[in-house]
């Protein structure tokens, strides 16, 4: 059973530019989410798949962000026109819900943005 | 409104010792469900244990329990017999809303010394 994978793990980009961020979750987890975390600090939730169709965006998610989960299963986060203050880590995680166990999120490694 | 609060940035203990890592929260749905996770350097943010609102014994997955205090509304991680490699950031998190996203505390940074 894989983890959860994100790509790239680091991504360094100029003021202005576009990005991209991939995740692809457990394969049997139908829920998938987006979190960034700025330095000391724990992380905030972005948004919320369940499936195919995103349920729940924070009102951090500009609109700037986009984010999209086309058929269910590999999400992608993308940023336009990128800002000094994106800068931070980008965390996805995946879960489903068991009887009796909850709904645990199961993180990826995360990818580190830095924004020159 | 919902909200997590870590009072330890840093905590130290002694190789083998036990430490308790503090955690309160703060919610007005009587549904809701407590994590810990681990995080080190690497980034990778590592699911230690859960504790649902209604569950009548405190969790315990091997070296980690979690002392669930319901009524004065905190959760703390107890690691016992500690390791070298449990040097890292431990984040408490609660389940909110809905959809289950999770709320973050600040985290509380452990050292391990030998």
């Known amino acids: 059973d894989t983890g959860v994978s994100q790509n790239p793990r680091h991504k360094i980009t100029k003021r202005g530019q576009n990005v991209t961020f991939r995740c692809d979750p457990i394969?049997?987890?139908?829920?998938l989410y987006w979190y960034r975390q700025t330095l000391g600090q724990g992380p905030e939730f972005l948004t919320y798949f369940q499936n195919e169709a995103q349920l729940e965006k924070s009102r951090l998610l500009s609109d700037r962000f986009s984010a999209e989960r086309p058929k269910g299963s590999f999400s992608t986060l993308e940023i336009q026109r990128t800002e000094q203050g994106d800068s931070a880590m980008y965390l996805c995680?995946?879960?489903?819900?068991?009887?009796?166990?909850?709904?645990?999120?199961?993180f990826g490694p995360g990818t580190r943005l830095t924004v020159l | 409104a919902q909200k997590i609060t870590q009072t330890q940035p840093g905590m130290f203990v002694q190789e083998k010792e036990a430490v308790t890592l503090d955690c309160t929260y703060d919610?007005?749905?009587?549904?809701?469900?407590l994590f810990w996770y681990k995080q080190p350097s690497s980034g990778e943010m590592i699911f230690l244990i859960y504790?649902?609102?209604?569950?009548?014994q405190n969790a315990t997955e091997g070296r980690y329990s979690l002392n669930f205090q319901k009524a004065r509304k905190s959760a703390n991680l107890v690691i016992s017999a500690s390791q070298l490699g449990d040097s890292a950031m431990y984040f408490c998190a609660m389940e909110a809303g809905g959809y289950n996203k999770l709320i973050f505390g600040a985290g509380t940074r452990l050292a391990v010394h030998p």
């Open positions: 394969s049997e987890h139908n829920r």
């Open positions: 504790q649902g609102s209604y569950d009548q």
């Open positions: 919610t007005s749905d009587p549904s809701y469900g």
């Open positions: 995680a995946s879960s489903v819900r068991l009887a009796g166990v909850g709904d645990t999120q199961y």
